[in-house]
């Protein structure tokens, strides 16, 4: 069997470089290459991580989290971004332009979404 690796997480978008700025102030990534419709970003040299790329979509739809309607466009992923401070972290990313979603599941996660729509999740570990 050939080694294999997930490399890239690739998100559809409207305007390509205005999210990738937004991930790349929110986690602090840096932009590895771009094109007029297309942005990839990832950690910096020598920091793990997995890197992400954002692809200007002429028709994009936003996704709808949680699922309303029949025919809408769905949430087919979604980042979880673990974070050291929850309420922090949600207020930073509120700065940059995230939107809290309006039906929280969960004490220990924040459901937010990006200036495209795409809902991403700060969650943060708690002692069991």
Do not use: K, N
């Amino acid at each position: 069997m050939s080694p294999t690796r997930l490399s890239t997480v690739v998100l559809d978008c409207s305007d390509a470089h205005e999210l990738a700025g937004f991930y790349v102030r929110l986690l602090g990534y840096v932009v590895r290459a771009e094109e007029p419709d297309w942005v990839l970003t990832g950690p910096p040299e020598g920091t793990p991580g997995i890197a992400l790329a954002f692809q200007a979509e002429p028709e994009y739809v936003p996704p709808a989290w949680p699922s309303r309607s029949p025919g809408e466009q769905r949430m087919m992923l979604h980042l979880d971004i673990q974070v050291d401070d929850l309420a922090a972290e949600t207020a930073r990313a509120v700065a940059e332009g995230a939107r809290p979603a309006d039906h929280q599941p969960q004490d220990d996660v924040r459901v937010l979404f990006d200036l495209a729509g795409h809902p991403f999740c700060l969650w943060v570990e708690t002692p069991e």
